[in-house]
C-alpha cells in the first residue's frame, strides 16, 4: 500500500523568502506525484505534478517541485514566498496502473508574514 | 464551465437520521471520487466509480453508499448518521489514467449531533 508523509503540520516563512514543503512518499514501483493547495473554507487545486522525465516539475503560482527518487521525496518550493501563499498544502501519490487513486498527506500549514 | 458542484454546502444530520450528498462535473471525466477530510488527516478516500456504472471502496467505506447515476452525476449516501461521519467531504472528477489530475467541487460541511 502507498503512503505519503508530510513531516512538518506548520512552515513558517518571510515575505520575500524561500519557501520549502517537504513530502516523502512510499509505493511500489515508479509513482506519480502531485501538490494541491487549499485555501480556508474551499475546495483543493491543482499545483502540479510529476509523471515522468526531468525531475524538476514547474506548476502554478510560481511553485515547483523536485522529484527525487533515491529519497523517495517530492518537495514543493518557490523561491521569494508572498503573504497570499498561505494556506493548506497537500501532497499525493498514485500508483501505476493502480487506477486514479490518490492517497495524501496529512498537509502542511504554511504562513508567510510580513 | 460550473466544473464541480456540491449540494448542500452545509447541512446538521442528528444521530440515526439519513441523507444524500449530491456531486455533478460538466468536465465529461471518466472518473469521479467522494472524499472525507478531518483534521490532521488529510484526505481519505470514501469510494470512487472509475467509470460511469461502476463503483468501488476507498480506505474508509463503511457508513455510506455510492450512486453514479450517470456520467455527471456521483451521490454519496449516509443511511443512519453517526457523529463519526461529522466532517467536510470532497467530491472530485478525473479522467481515468493514474496520471490524471483530480478537479475538486467545493466541499459539504456535514455536523451530525
Known amino acids: 500500500a502507498q503512503s505519503v508523509a508530510q513531516p512538518e503540520d506548520q512552515v513558517n516563512v518571510a515575505e520575500g523568502n524561500p519557501l520549502t514543503v517537504k513530502c516523502t512518499y512510499s509505493v511500489s514501483g515508479n509513482p506519480y506525484l502531485f501538490w494541491y493547495v487549499q485555501y480556508p473554507n474551499r475546495g483543493l487545486q491543482f499545483l502540479l505534478k510529476?509523471?515522468?522525465?526531468?525531475?524538476l516539475v514547474k506548476g502554478s503560482y510560481g511553485f515547483e517541485a523536485e522529484f527525487n527518487k533515491s529519497q523517495t521525496s517530492f518537495h514543493l518550493k518557490k523561491p521569494s514566498a508572498l503573504v497570499s501563499d498561505s494556506a493548506l498544502y497537500f501532497c499525493a501519490v498514485s500508483p501505476r496502473g493502480g487506477g486514479n487513486k490518490l492517497t495524501f498527506g496529512t498537509g502542511t500549514q504554511l504562513k508567510v508574514e510580513l | 464551465n460550473a466544473g464541480v458542484t456540491q449540494t448542500p454546502k452545509f447541512q446538521v444530520l442528528k444521530t440515526g437520521q439519513s441523507m444524500t450528498l449530491q456531486c455533478a462535473q460538466d468536465m465529461n471525466h471518466n472518473s469521479m471520487y467522494w472524499y472525507r477530510q478531518d483534521p490532521g488527516m488529510g484526505l481519505r478516500l470514501i469510494y470512487y466509480?472509475?467509470?460511469?456504472?461502476?463503483?468501488d471502496k476507498g480506505e474508509v467505506p463503511n457508513g455510506y453508499n455510492v450512486s453514479r447515476l450517470n456520467k455527471r452525476e456521483f451521490s454519496l449516501r449516509l443511511e443512519s448518521a453517526a457523529p463519526s461521519q461529522t466532517s467536510v467531504y470532497f467530491c472530485?472528477?478525473?479522467?481515468?489514467?493514474?496520471?490524471?489530475?483530480?478537479?475538486f467541487g467545493p466541499g459539504t460541511r456535514l455536523t451530525v449531533l
Open positions: 472530485a472528477s478525473s479522467e481515468k489514467a493514474s496520471w490524471d489530475t483530480q478537479y
Open positions: 466509480s472509475a467509470s460511469e456504472g461502476t463503483t
Open positions: 510529476y509523471i515522468t522525465g526531468d525531475n
